[in-house]
Nanobody, 121 residues
Framework: VQLQASGGGLVQPGGSLRLSCAAS????????MAWYRQGPGKQRELIAQ????????SYADSVKGRFTISRDNDKNTVYLQMNSPKPVDTAVYYC???????????????WGQGTLVTVSS
């Protein structure tokens, strides 16, 4: 199983950017999908999570109202729409998925490789 994140880059404050993360390989079911980030000199933090079958994603206070997480279950893909980003949002963004590779597998956590987002004018 692999998670491939994409969409990072340079964005101006107040602009927008969309990150994508596609899971591939042997996948039976994906429960939760999430985005984390790690800024310079900071610990990795959970910023958004969406659980299969739930209509209400959860967000960290720091991004609530500006970022939106969504998923396409048919494509095993999770997205993060970043609107009105600020310089403090500069970080490496990681996707995360809790999934079963096969029906008999246990739920396991997988990480994408990270994609750098720089918010600067």
């Amino acid at each position: 199983v692999q998670l491939q994140a994409s969409g990072g880059g340079l964005v101006q404050p107040g602009g927008s950017l969309r990150l994508s993360c596609a899971a591939s390989g042997s996948i039976f079911s994906i429960n939760a999908m999430a985005w984390y980030r790690q800024g310079p000199g900071k610990q990795r933090e959970l910023i958004a999570q969406i659980i299969r079958g739930s209509s209400k994603p959860s967000y960290a206070d720091s991004v609530k109202g500006r970022f939106t997480i969504s998923r396409d279950n048919d494509k095993n893909t999770v997205y993060l729409q970043m609107n009105s980003p600020k310089p403090v949002d500069t970080a490496v963004y990681y996707c995360n998925a809790d999934l079963k590779a096969r029906p008999s597998s246990t739920w396991s956590e997988y990480w994408g490789q990270g994609t750098l987002v720089t918010v600067s004018s």
